[in-house]
């Protein structure tokens, strides 16, 4: 009879211990599954990019048992910026576009202490770069990542941005509006953030346009950089306004690099938008960095070096 007991108690460990094994591997596999969300599509990899973002909240899990608690310290998969950093060999580089956590506290709550002076949104958030360095990584970058990449770059200097992060694409499918309606979507977020952010010196909608290679890429500092265009209605009341701002900024950009601008167009009549919601505010503008054969490491490029001198404005306003 004690032979049989001491099967039974040694059977019921041995099911205890497979048991135990099989919640062992199930929470690491979930806890990995769950963690690599953040960089299998392009929004969460864009909003992952952002340190003080709420999104990125929504991937963490809320570790309800030791072992979620332990693994989730263990397998740590929650940074995809790095990412960028290995593609393009940004650590370290005091002229990177600062896509790192931020290693001081206290610069961190500084910058949150100020006030926004600049708003960067993207009308058409679906237009992509060249997306192959990114390939391996499921991600097409595309506009909105360069805006995330603006933030960050103004943040170095000490310039609060914010970045719209309304999806254009959900509010056009929920109100059966067409893609050609883009700008009657954006319009409702730029005008709730208008009245958020009553001090705004610069609000820039991001795009990219659609030319050959050679046409939007230039060589400076024996690095290739994406060509910008500024974009101007001309079918609002107060448009010289915004021309005159954007020529400015135009300017200074030329006087340091004159191959880098394509310059100022001005659009209206038949055919064009011509207001571009910049009836809003005359401190809107738009501006196309490259086009569609464009690298996200050419784009980097041109926002590296465009980003002091948007400083110079902002400081100067």
């Known amino acids: 009879m004690k032979k049989i007991k001491v099967k039974k108690r040694r059977f019921k460990y041995r099911i205890l211990g497979y048991a135990f094994i099989v919640f062992l591997g199930y929470q690491i596999s979930f806890n990995i599954m769950m963690n690599f969300k953040l960089v299998t599509s392009n929004e969460s990899f864009i909003k992952a990019l952002l340190i003080d973002s709420n999104y990125h909240?929504?991937?963490e899990k809320k570790a309800s048992?030791?072992?979620t608690r332990a693994f989730s310290k263990i397998l740590d998969v929650n940074e995809p910026i790095t990412i960028l950093d290995n593609i393009f060999h940004l650590k370290g580089s005091t002229n990177s576009p600062s896509m790192a956590y931020v290693s001081n506290p206290n610069k961190e709550i500084k910058e949150m202490e100020k006030e926004p002076e600049i708003y960067l949104y993207n009308t058409h958030q679906g237009e992509s770069y060249e997306g192959t360095a990114l390939e391996g990584y499921n991600?097409?970058?595309?506009?909105?990542?360069?805006?995330?990449?603006?933030q960050k770059k103004l943040a170095d200097i000490n310039i609060k941005a914010l970045v719209m992060e309304d999806n254009i694409s959900d509010y056009l499918n929920l109100n059966n509006m067409k893609y050609s309606k883009s700008y009657n979507a954006s319009r409702v977020f730029l005008k709730e953030a208008l009245n958020q952010n009553k001090n705004l010196k610069l609000i820039i909608d991001i795009h990219r346009d659609s030319i050959e290679k050679n046409k939007s890429t230039t060589t400076i500092n024996n690095k290739p950089c994406a060509k910008i265009l500024f974009v101007v209605g001309e079918e609002?009341?107060?448009?010289?306004?915004?021309?005159?701002m954007t020529n400015y900024i135009n300017e200074k950009i030329k006087e340091k690099y004159p191959s880098l601008t394509r310059g100022v167009i001005t659009k209206g009549g038949k055919g064009n938008n011509g207001v571009y919601n910049q009836d809003l505010n005359s401190k809107i503008t738009l501006i196309e960095i490259g086009g569609d054969k464009n690298t996200i490491n050419e784009v980097l490029n041109t926002i590296d070096l465009i980003t002091p001198i948007?400083?110079?404005?902002i400081n100067e306003s």
């Open 139 to 150: 991600i097409t970058p595309g506009v909105m990542m360069a805006s995330y990449i603006f």
């Open 65 to 67: 048992n030791l072992f």
């Open 57 to 59: 909240m929504l991937y």
């Open 236 to 244: 609002y009341e107060t448009y010289e306004e915004n021309l005159k």
């Open 310 to 313: 948007i400083g110079e404005y």
